[in-house]
């Protein structure tokens, strides 16, 4: 995660310094607070992965003379098709709806809206120490 940090590292440091550039060159508030928003993105992300990379041990991709077998096994749970995705997007619909045609539909929309994605974030939840 080294190797991610410098990267992030030097794309904060570009826009640190096309930020005022832009600012003298154009004088457009808007582009300039986008500019000056995606450095504190790219620093945010740079002080993660350099405060973690601390403390990791090296990964298999970061060790230059590692093998290739070193970084097989299991990557992560990836969950099949889920259908709480949709339900959360329906929700979201009649919450925009409600915003036009009356509160009492966006109201209805949230509290729908709150159940699915209740849902959707406990989906493969099965208990603390479940196996």
């Given amino acids: 995660m080294r190797i991610e940090a410098w990267i992030f590292g030097g794309n904060a440091i570009f826009?640190?310094?096309v930020a005022?550039?832009?600012?003298f060159i154009s004088g457009d508030p808007t582009g300039t607070a986008?500019?000056?928003m995606t450095f504190?993105?790219?620093?945010?992300?740079t002080f993660y992965l350099g405060f973690h990379a601390k403390k990791?041990?090296?990964r298999p991709?970061?060790?230059k003379l590692a093998e290739i077998v070193e970084g097989a096994g299991e990557l992560g749970f990836f969950p099949p098709y889920s259908w709480w995705p949709l339900w959360c997007a329906l929700a979201l619909s009649v919450c925009v709806l409600g915003i036009v045609f009356?509160?009492?539909l966006f109201i209805i929309g949230?509290?729908?809206?709150s159940v699915t994605l209740f849902g959707w974030v406990f989906e493969f939840y099965r208990g603390e120490h479940a196996h």
């Fill in 102 to 104: 009356g509160w009492w």
């Fill in 40 to 45: 504190g993105l790219l620093a945010l992300v």
């Fill in 110 to 113: 949230v509290s729908i809206g």
């Fill in 61 to 63: 991709e970061d060790n």
């Fill in 15 to 17: 826009v640190a310094i």
């Fill in 20 to 23: 005022p550039s832009y600012w």
């Fill in 56 to 58: 990791m041990e090296p």
């Fill in 34 to 36: 986008a500019l000056v």
